[in-house]
C-alpha cells in the first residue's frame, strides 16, 4: 500500500528531533551565544566578494585590524587577543557553538596504529582538560565523542573515554610487548628489538593552537617512552598526503559536521577508503559499515537516532580518531565598515546567509566584502571538493534544491516544494517542482533536465564527496522541464537532505562531455548561485560578483539603472567645426553604488561614451562635447533622450571695395591740394 506523506508532516517530524540546542561553555559564559537576527534569505547584497588568501593567523590579524578585510571567521579570533578585540569600538566579536571537533586521526592501514590497544595506549598519553585550559583559554571543552555536544539530540551523553593517565598507558604498551628493553627511555618494537619509530603529527601550519597541541602530546609520549614530533604541514601538501596518498602516521583535522549522518558515512564507511575518499584513519569494520548502511536507509527518526548513539560508543571502543577538543568559534567583523553579518549555530558567521546579507554600512545594497581563509581552495569543481576550502567560493557559485535556514529547517530553494512518497517495498520517490526563474550565469535556463543530468552524473561516475547519497537513485524522470522525480531504493529519513541539501546542480550543457570529473577543473566556473565568478589570481585571491539574475535577489535591486533627464543642447545652431556642448542629468535611484556607461548617438551612431560612478541617490551633470566638419541637422540620442541641432556653413567674407577706396582716396587728394592752395594764397 503508498502512503504519501506531504512536506509539512515531514518538517514539523523533522524539526523536532533535529532542532539545535544552545549550550553555553562554562569556562566562557560571560561570552553569550549570540542569537540570529531576522532575515528573509533573499540577496545578494553586496556587490563584489573577494575570497582573500591570507595563510597566517598573525597576517590576517594584522589585515582585520587595518580595515584590509571585514572579517575573521574560522578558525577566528585567538582566545589571546579576544579581550583585545572585544574593546575597539570598530569591530564586533560574535561567539556561537560549534559543530566540530579536533580529533588526533591515527592511520589504521599503518603499523603499529592498526593495534586497537595501541591507538588506546595513546588516548591514555594525552591531558585534553589541559589543552583546553591552556591553548583555549576555557574557550571550549574536552570533546567525549565523534558527535559535538552541540548537535543535540544527536549526540551520546554516555559515551565512555580515556582519561589521562600514563601509568594506564604504559601497562597497554608492556602488555602489548612496547617494552624498553635497553634502558634507553624508548620502547622497542617487539617484532624487530628496535626502538620504537619516531612518529608525527602532521598539523596545519596555519594553525599555531594545533601545533603546540603537538607539541605537549610529545611531551606526554616522551615520558611513556614513545617519541612524538609535531609535524607543522602546508594544508594541501596535507591533502595530498592523508586523502591522496595515506602517507602520514597521525594528523588532527577538524570532524564532526552538520548533520551526523553525513560525517559519519563518508569518514567510517570501508567504501571511502579509496584516494581522495573520505575515510581518513582507513578504518575497516564489516559491522560499522553494517551499521551505517541501516543509518542511511531507516525509515524511523528514533532509530536514526539510536543508531547515531551505538555508533558512538563502538568509535569510542575502536577509537581509529581521538577526539581530543571542541573549540567555541569566536569570530568578529569591521562594525564600521560593514553590516548584516548573521549568527548561524555550528558555522558562526561565516555562513551562506551571511555572505548573502551582508553589505557595506549605511547602505541598503552594495559595497565590496574582503573574506580571508587561511588556506587557498584547491578547486572551484563540485566533484574535487576535499576540505570546507574549497566550498568557500564553490558554495557561492553553485546552489542546491534545497537549503538549510539558520535554524537548520528545511526551506524551498531551486526548488519551490516536494513531495515525499513511500513504499512497502522500501522504495520512495522524491519530487521536487523547480522555480521556472533560476538561470545559469551564462543565461540558459535551469530546468529538471540538468537536476537529472547530476543526480545521474554524481552516481555513474561516483563522486566520492557525493557517491553515498545517490547510491540508492535508481532512476530519474523528468515529467516536464520544471519537475523531477528521484526514485531510491530506501525509505530513509535522511533521503530529503541527501539529494536535496548536499548536491550542487551542475549545468548540463557544460558539463555532459566531462568523461573524467576528478581531473576536470573548469576555468571559468559556472552555476546557478548569488555569485559569479570573475578571477582567480592564484596565492592571492578570488573574485567573485552578486548575480545580477539571481531568483533570490531582492526586487528592488533587479535590473536598477541609471535614470536620465533634462537633455540640454547649447548651442543648438553652430558653424562648422564650432563645439556643441550636450549635457545630461544621471542620477542613481538604487540601493547600492552602480557604475555604467551613458552613450551619446548622434543621427543613430555612437559619437561618445562615458562611464559613470554614482553612489545611492547621487546625481551630476554629465557633458559631451561635438564638432561637426559638415553642415547639415544632426539628431542627438542619450538613453531614450531625443534632441538636435544643427550647422551651418560660415558666410563668406564680403568683397572688398575698390573702386570706393580708390575715389575716396583722390576726393582727399583733391582735398589736400586745395588745403594747401589755399593756405600758399594767405
Known sequence: MKSSVKIKCFIAMLILFIIMLPIFYADASEYSVTQAEEFDYRGPKCDELYIVVITSQEAQMLAFKKGEVDVLGWPGVPPTQAAEIMADPNLHVITTETNEYYPLVFNCRRYPFNITDFRRAIAHMIDRQKIVDVLLLGYGRVASSCIPKAQGIWFNPDVVGYEFNLTKAAQILDRLGFIDTDGDGIRNDPRTGENLPEFTIMIPSYDPIRIRMAQLIGGWAQEAGVIIKAAPTEHGTMIDKIVGQHDFDMCCWTYGWYPPWDDISLLYHSSQDVPWGWNDPGYHNASWDELIDQMLITPDMEELKSLIWTFQEWHMQMIPDFPLFEKLMIDAYRADKTEGWLSMPGEGILNAWSYMNVHAKGQRFGGIIRVPVLKEPKTLSPCKITSGWDTTAIDRIYDTLVRLDLEYNYIPWIAKSWNIESFENNTMVLTFYLNDNVTWHDGEPLTSEDVKFTIEYYRDYQVPTYEPYVSAVYKVETPDDYTVKVYLNTTSVTALYNIGVTLYILPKHLWENVTDPLEYEPEHPIGSGPF??????????????????????????????????????????????????????????GFSTLTQTISLKVNG?????????????????????????????????????????????????????????????????????????????K
Open 532 to 589: 559569479k565568478f570573475v578571477e582567480w589570481v592564484k596565492g592571492e585571491y578570488i573574485k567573485l560578483v552578486y548575480n545580477e539574475n539571481f531568483f533570490r535577489l531582492p526586487p528592488e535591486r533587479k535590473h536598477v539603472s541609471f535614470e536620465l533627464s533634462g537633455l540640454k543642447i547649447n548651442p543648438t545652431k553652430a558653424y562648422i567645426g564650432e563645439l556643441v556642448a550636450i549635457t545630461v542629468t544621471v542620477k542613481n535611484p
Open 605 to 681: 551612431e555612437v559619437e561618445d561614451q562615458k562611464t559613470v560612478t554614482l553612489n545611492p541617490g547621487q546625481s551630476l551633470d554629465l557633458t559631451f562635447t561635438v564638432s561637426k566638419s559638415v553642415a547639415g541637422s544632426y539628431n542627438v540620442e542619450i538613453d531614450g533622450l531625443k534632441g538636435s541641432f544643427t550647422v551651418e556653413e560660415k558666410p563668406a567674407p564680403a568683397a572688398f571695395p575698390t573702386e570706393t577706396v580708390i575715389g575716396a582716396v583722390i576726393l582727399i587728394i583733391v582735398i589736400v591740394a586745395f588745403a594747401l592752395y589755399y593756405l600758399k594764397r
